[in-house]
């Protein structure tokens, strides 16, 4: 495996780890981004370092893409998803995925060209999917309903 990614040529090695983080405003909207040379709207997050937990993973990712500083005792452990990769075709998404506040308007920085607030609300319908938008945003909203 490097960098989160596992690089055996077989369909159970097309295999991406990542952390993610689902960030509400108080108004319930969350927070998306799309990394450059991308088309894909997502949560914050991204592959962990070695030695590196899901937690702290997200942390220093949401850090490093929006400038967004959490404290670890925020982060409110949602479960896991094996979903489709948005930016991988033919690779399969395994998300650690956490909830967080958000009460400052983040920024993007790093490898993000753009951020979006989204309402989740509008992500419960299966038969509209947006393109635009991530596999695993959706997948949030159908396993966790009160993150809408």
């Known amino acids: 495996m490097i960098g989160g990614v596992d690089q ?18 108080p108004d319930g909207a969350v927070v998306t981004v799309r990394k450059r040379g991308t088309s894909c709207f997502m949560h914050p997050g991204g592959k962990p370092e070695p030695g590196e937990s899901a937690a702290e993973a997200a ?57 979006r607030w989204i309402d989740p609300r509008q992500l419960s319908a299966e038969e509209q999917r947006d393109p635009e938008l991530a596999p695993l945003l959706y997948d949030c909203v159908r396993m966790w309903p009160h993150t809408a």
């Open 8 to 25: 055996r040529d077989s369909p159970a090695g097309r295999v991406i780890s990542v952390s993610a983080v689902v960030l509400t405003r």
């Open 59 to 115: 942390l220093r990712e949401v850090g490093e893409e929006i400038g967004l500083r959490l404290a670890p005792e925020v982060l409110e452990p949602l479960g896991h998803v094996r979903t489709a990769a948005a930016n991988e075709p033919g690779f399969t998404l395994l998300a650690d995925v956490f909830l967080a506040p958000c009460a400052v308007d983040p920024q993007p920085a790093a490898e993000i060209e753009e951020l």
